[in-house]
């Protein structure tokens, strides 16, 4: 091992990290707030071990000295998303960003490894700005969808336990857990618009229950117990039933009751 500093060497690729993770949820709430369907489900990220740099790198031959360009995932971002298409869809936002430049791309969707791992990779140079100026960093962000997360992870652990020699029956079983996985994945695209909408419904419903409890409660900050009373009884006979146009029209009802009460404007 050589001498270097590993906790100063590693900050830049901290900082990548933890900024890409900022700006991809960013995208993600962007995206929600615009079209009521976010693509991305949910962004990790993490920073690779001293131990599995070096492990890394003794693997792929990368001189210790050019680890920087060598080992492109030192910082790695991963996007969850639920449906194959929408893994395409991410890749293609990334790739018109500005804040970062695409190296180049890898497509383990449609050329899936013979181990049968999915996952779309795209290496990105990321300039993180220090103290001593800006510093570009390699950064790889993988885009997966649950199912093929679920699997590379069990694949992971048992590469561990193995050491990267997996016995034939366990990397055949692996094979054919991919292929289900994928499957999986196909029958829900096949089902996609049924999903979002169902999804769409359900956060529409949890907006509108929201808002409804905080107009009651307004209604008691205004000293107008009787009515709230009355409101709040409706509102458990509503819900009870999942009568979410009733509720909305409930709502109505209690925010002409607050601007009786002299309450301009209403929080949501």
């Given at each position: 091992?050589?001498?270097?500093?590993?906790?100063?060497?590693?900050?830049?690729?901290?900082?990548?990290?933890?900024?890409?993770?900022?700006?991809?949820?960013?995208?993600?709430?962007?995206?929600?707030?615009?079209?009521?369907?976010?693509?991305?489900?949910?962004?990790?990220?993490?920073?690779?071990?001293?131990?599995?740099?070096?492990?890394?790198?003794?693997?792929?031959?990368?001189?210790?000295?050019?680890?920087?360009?060598?080992?492109?995932?030192?910082?790695?971002?991963?996007?969850?998303?639920?449906?194959?298409?929408?893994?395409?869809?991410?890749?293609?936002?990334?790739?018109?960003?500005?804040?970062?430049?695409?190296?180049?791309?890898?497509?383990?969707?449609?050329?899936?490894?013979?181990?049968?791992?999915?996952?779309?990779?795209?290496?990105?140079?990321?300039?993180?700005?220090?103290?001593?100026?800006?510093?570009?960093?390699?950064?790889?962000?993988?885009?997966?969808?649950?199912?093929?997360?679920?699997?590379?992870?069990?694949?992971?652990?048992?590469?561990?336990?193995?050491?990267?020699?997996?016995?034939?029956?366990?990397?055949?079983?692996?094979?054919?857990?991919?292929?289900?996985?994928?499957?999986?994945?196909n029958e829900m695209s096949s089902i996609r618009q049924e999903i979002v909408d169902a999804q769409q419904d359900f956060e529409e419903s949890s907006v509108i229950v929201r808002r409804v409890l905080n107009e009651i409660q307004e209604l008691y900050f205004f000293r107008r117990v009787r009515e709230a009373a009355q409101f709040q009884l409706r509102f458990n006979e509503l819900w009870e039933h999942d009568d979410v146009w009733g509720l909305k029209e409930l709502s109505l009802e209690i925010q002409a009751a607050l601007d009786?009460?002299?309450?301009?404007?209403?929080?949501?």
């Amino acid at each position: 091992m050589d001498g270097r500093d590993w906790g100063k060497f590693l900050l830049p690729y901290e900082q990548a990290a933890e900024e890409l993770k900022v700006k991809l949820k960013a995208l993600r709430a962007e995206l929600k707030s615009r079209d009521e369907y976010a693509p991305i489900e949910f962004v990790t990220g993490r920073v690779k071990r001293v131990s599995s740099i070096l492990e890394k790198a003794r693997r792929l031959s990368v001189p210790l000295d050019r680890i920087e360009l060598g080992i492109e995932d030192i910082a790695g971002i991963r996007i969850m998303c639920q449906f194959v298409d929408d893994i395409y869809r991410v890749a293609d936002l990334i790739r018109h960003r500005k804040d970062l430049t695409l190296v180049y791309e890898k497509d383990y969707i449609t050329n899936f490894k013979d181990s049968g791992y999915r996952s779309y990779h795209l290496i990105v140079e990321y300039p993180v700005q220090t103290s001593l100026g800006s510093k570009p960093v390699l950064a790889e962000i993988q885009i997966r969808t649950l199912a093929m997360n679920f699997w590379a992870t069990i694949e992971h652990s048992l590469n561990y336990k193995y050491r990267d020699q997996l016995p034939p029956h366990v990397r055949e079983r692996l094979r054919k857990a991919a292929e289900a996985a994928f499957s999986l994945d196909n029958e829900m695209s096949s089902i996609r618009q049924e999903i979002v909408d169902a999804q769409q419904d359900f956060e529409e419903s949890s907006v509108i229950v929201r808002r409804v409890l905080n107009e009651i409660q307004e209604l008691y900050f205004f000293r107008r117990v009787r009515e709230a009373a009355q409101f709040q009884l409706r509102f458990n006979e509503l819900w009870e039933h999942d009568d979410v146009w009733g509720l909305k029209e409930l709502s109505l009802e209690i925010q002409a009751a607050l601007d009786r009460a002299g309450k301009g404007g209403l929080s949501t």
